[in-house]
């Protein structure tokens, strides 16, 4: 599996990462004020790149941030100065504090954390670190509310103080750790799960201690990472039901709330659901929630971690099974942040998924004709974007089985130099009319569109007007077609007009509602027109609370 790429800020010798090197995260770079450490650094860490000097320099900070953005860095440490809040330090109060500038050090974190894209990141310094109030948006208030107010959109934070002594450490050494990773899981949890509960190495089953201590925390996986994570879980099999529960005890505020959603809801629902038979077993520990109200004359709220099992139902094995076949447990899930697509495709690609091996479960009646009917729309935007320059001309004939999807409409493909893509004939009531469809496929944006040569291969075929259909355009575009007898219609927005019609049962679909957009916006785009009236006879009723059903 790929290493992650880190950097270390206040890294001092590295001895904070000492253990971090030997395992799955690369630093490609580290920063200490002090030259002696910072040399001290380079010799046990030759790979990594230093920056020595102070960090509150924009210059060397800038430095540091176009290095690690081309190194794409995605894992942070920072350990700041420690010495003017520990016991044995001068700060010992708020007023004490606030006029020695190397408590202020960790605000420069934040400008780390908002300049790179980072899935992990992890502060440590010393108990009191918790306790003080930082500047932040002319008022002063803890780190934990600087940090919930700043980033708990993004990432999921946990904030707690463990001991050395507690992990074979003969010393007591109490720290407050900061940890925060990115909400957005990189794989779909219950695909691993049942994975997992079909594996015969595991006796397809999982204890609640290894969802809650383990699986929860996987933030994405692949073949050799799997593998990794069943050892892992063999492992913790060896131990005692006593030293597991002493694990979830050592850091129950954490755990608390895992054991609460998973083992008082999720597992719930998935048992009443018939997906899976619990065992709940005969130990259990109680977990005590924080208490967040001081002077609180109540008790901690207090839920019971079992050293319960589950396995799968057996008359859903075979289905999953099957599922898990032609789903990769290891694919990437669609994310509505995604950064390569917008929005609303994401959200209609989610909501268009029904996979043949559930209707056939369901015993829904799979009608062969109209499944095929149905991947038309959605390959006309699968093959408008011309990934690797590959699907230009299967763009142009799944457009003309598009376009002969309107019981009115006549398509044929003629393509080649000097010539229109698809000729159309449009059968009115009284007369019939003629407009060409144009396929501009592209990975990225339509620049242009020469409406001489549209306006030529018109005159070709005696058409009358150009619908170009593309999977997005420039805004320079509606300029060259203004006035002209051209409109433009994005191939989402088309895919989904048809795929709505086709999926209610509609067969027979009347081009007329697109012709009277044209009409009425030529020259214009009218991709917003479309799905206007696609959501208009699709849509969601606010009167009903339900889909309309034409």
């Known amino acids: 599996m790929d290493k992650l790429n880190a950097i270390s800020l206040f890294s001092s010798a590295g001895i904070g990462e000492l253990n971090l090197h030997s395992g799955n995260i690369n630093f490609v770079a580290a920063?200490?004020?002090?030259?002696?450490?910072?040399?001290?650094?380079?010799?046990?860490?030759?790979?990594?790149?230093?920056?020595?000097?102070?960090?509150?320099?924009?210059?060397?900070?800038n430095e540091l941030l176009l290095f690690a953005k081309k190194m794409n860095v995605r894992?942070?440490?920072?350990?700041?100065?420690?010495q003017g809040l520990s016991s044995i330090g001068k700060n010992k109060h708020q007023e004490h504090f606030l006029n020695?500038?190397?408590?202020?050090?960790?605000?420069?974190?934040?400008?780390?954390?908002?300049?790179?894209?980072?899935?992990?990141?992890?502060i440590e310094n010393v108990p009191r670190f918790l306790e003080m109030y930082?500047?932040?948006?002319?008022?002063?208030?803890?780190?934990?509310?600087?940090l919930e107010k700043k980033y708990k959109k993004n990432y999921i934070?946990?904030?707690?103080?463990?001991?050395?002594?507690?992990?074979?450490?003969?010393?007591?050494?109490?720290?407050?750790?900061i940890k925060m990773y990115k909400k957005h899981l990189k794989l779909y949890p219950f695909r691993l799960i049942f994975k997992l509960l079909l594996d015969d190495r595991l006796e397809k089953k999982l204890y609640h201690f290894e969802m809650e201590a383990i699986i929860v925390f996987i933030q994405k996986i692949d073949i050799l990472s799997y593998e990794n994570l069943v050892s892992k879980i063999l492992e913790t099999r060896q131990l005692a039901d006593v030293e597991k529960f002493d694990i979830l005890k050592r850091n129950e505020v954490s755990f608390v709330k895992i054991v609460y959603e998973w083992e008082y809801y999720v597992s719930k629902i998935l048992k009443k659901s018939g997906v899976i038979i619990v065992d709940e077993g005969m130990r259990v520990v109680k977990l005590f929630h924080e208490q967040t109200r001081k002077n609180?004359?109540?008790?901690?709220?207090?839920?019971?971690?079992?050293?319960?099992c589950f396995k799968l139902n057996p008359e859903l094995i075979s289905y999953i099974s099957n599922l898990l076949a032609e789903f990769r447990f290891d694919e990437i899930p669609i994310s509505l942040n995604d950064p390569r697509s917008l929005t609303d495709d994401s959200v209609k690609e989610i909501y268009s998924f029904y996979p043949k091996l559930l209707l056939i479960e369901i015993d829904e009646i799979i009608d062969e004709q109209q499944m095929k009917i149905l991947e038309l729309p959605k390959q006309i935007e699968l093959f408008s974007t011309n990934k690797n320059n590959e699907t230009s001309h299967l763009f142009e004939k799944v457009l003309v089985d598009g376009f002969n999807q309107f019981y009115n409409v006549i398509a044929i493909h003629?393509?080649?130099?000097?010539?229109?893509?698809?000729?159309?004939?449009?059968?009115?009531?009284?007369?019939?009319?003629?407009?060409?469809?144009?396929?501009?496929?592209?990975s990225n944006k339509l620049m242009q569109i020469s409406s001489g040569r549209l306006k030529h291969h018109r005159n070709l075929v005696g058409a009358a007007y150009t619908i170009v259909v593309t999977p997005n355009f420039a805004p320079s575009v509606k300029y060259d077609i203004d006035g002209q007898d051209i409109v433009i219609l994005k191939a989402s927005t088309l895919s989904e007009f048809?795929?709505?019609?086709?999926?209610?049962g509609i067969r027979e679909i009347d081009y007329n509602d697109v012709y009277e957009v044209v009409k009425g916006y030529m020259g214009k785009d009218i991709s917003a027109r479309i799905s206007e009236i696609t959501l208009t006879k699709f849509g969601w009723s606010s009167n009903t609370n339900t889909f309309k059903n034409p």
């Not at 894992?75 to 420690?82: D, E, H, K, N, S």
């Not at 930082?134 to 600087?146: E, T």
């Not at 904030?159 to 003969?170: P, S």
Request: aromatic share 10%; glycine share 4%.
């Open 498 to 504: 048809l795929y709505q019609h086709l999926a209610n």
């Open 157 to 177: 934070i946990n904030i707690t103080v463990l001991n050395a002594k507690d992990y074979g450490i003969a010393q007591s050494r109490p720290r407050a750790i």
């Open 414 to 442: 003629h393509s080649g130099a000097g010539k229109t893509d698809i000729e159309c004939l449009h059968q009115k009531v009284h007369t019939e009319e003629k407009f060409t469809v144009e396929a501009k496929s592209t």
């Open 75 to 82: 894992v942070l440490l920072a350990t700041p100065p420690c």
């Open 134 to 146: 930082f500047p932040y948006q002319n008022d002063v208030i803890l780190l934990k509310d600087i």
């Open 31 to 61: 920063n200490e004020l002090l030259k002696k450490r910072a040399d001290c650094y380079r010799f046990f860490y030759p790979g990594t790149k230093m920056f020595q000097g102070d960090i509150t320099d924009d210059k060397l900070k």
């Open 100 to 122: 020695d500038r190397r408590n202020f050090l960790i605000l420069e974190v934040f400008d780390f954390i908002d300049n790179l894209d980072l899935d992990y990141i992890l």
């Open 296 to 308: 609180s004359l109540s008790s901690p709220t207090a839920r019971n971690a079992s050293n319960g």
